[in-house]
């Protein structure tokens, strides 16, 4: 009887322990500093348009509140014009979760905030919105990371995620210590 208790207490401790989230404050490290962003983006999202534009330019993170969140400016031109778009990035660490709140210069406000968590090196943020007044969900990628260069794809979904259209793809190469 004792052994099957300790057997159980032991199974109680080991569950508690897995069922916390994992501690991912880190997660955006990597991208401290500066990069040379190439990004190219589908003009008209969930149309049937395939025609893409092209930017180039920089982008810059810095880490704010003590690596609890940070700060990313995006500043690229194109033959569309210049995007500039602002995201800070908070993390929550009683989820283990990221929020990327986004605002796109002129605007004046937050956008929708995409929700998620790196996994295996790989992090996948969600958030659901509307486009052209139809709800869709919106699927934020980052991969492919390594001390020098990162990939990020956004993508739409306007069948609750079981079809997906990318509309923005980034490749970010370092140009600048963190």
């Known amino acids: 009887m004792k052994i099957a208790f300790a057997g159980l207490a032991l199974a109680l401790v080991v569950t508690s322990v897995s ?6 404050q ?10 040379k962003t190439q990004l190219k983006r589908l003009q008209r999202p969930l149309t049937g348009s395939t025609t893409w534009v092209e930017y180039t330019g920089t982008t810059v993170v810095r880490k704010v509140w003590d690596g609890r969140a940070n700060l990313v400016e995006l500043d690229v ?7 500039q778009v602002l995201s800070l990035r908070l993390y929550n660490p009683k989820t283990g979760e990221w929020s ?17 968590r790196f996994k295996d090196g790989r992090g996948e943020f969600f958030s659901n919105e509307t486009l052209g007044g139809r709800p869709i969900v919106v699927r934020f990628v980052i991969s492919d990371v390594t001390r020098d260069t990162a990939r990020f794809e956004q993508a ?8 997906w259209e990318t509309n923005w793809i980034a490749v970010d190469t370092r140009t600048g210590p963190p």
Do not use: C, H, I
Not at 19 to 24: F, K, L, N, S, V
């Open 156 to 163: 739409f979904s306007d069948d609750g995620g079981k079809t």
């Open 100 to 116: 990327l709140n986004p605002s796109v210069q002129g605007m004046g406000t937050m956008l929708t905030p995409s929700v998620g």
């Open 77 to 83: 031109e194109g033959p569309p014009g210049r995007l």
């Open 19 to 24: 069922a916390q989230p994992r501690d991912g």
């Open 26 to 35: 880190l997660d955006f490290d990597f991208e401290l500093g500066t990069w």
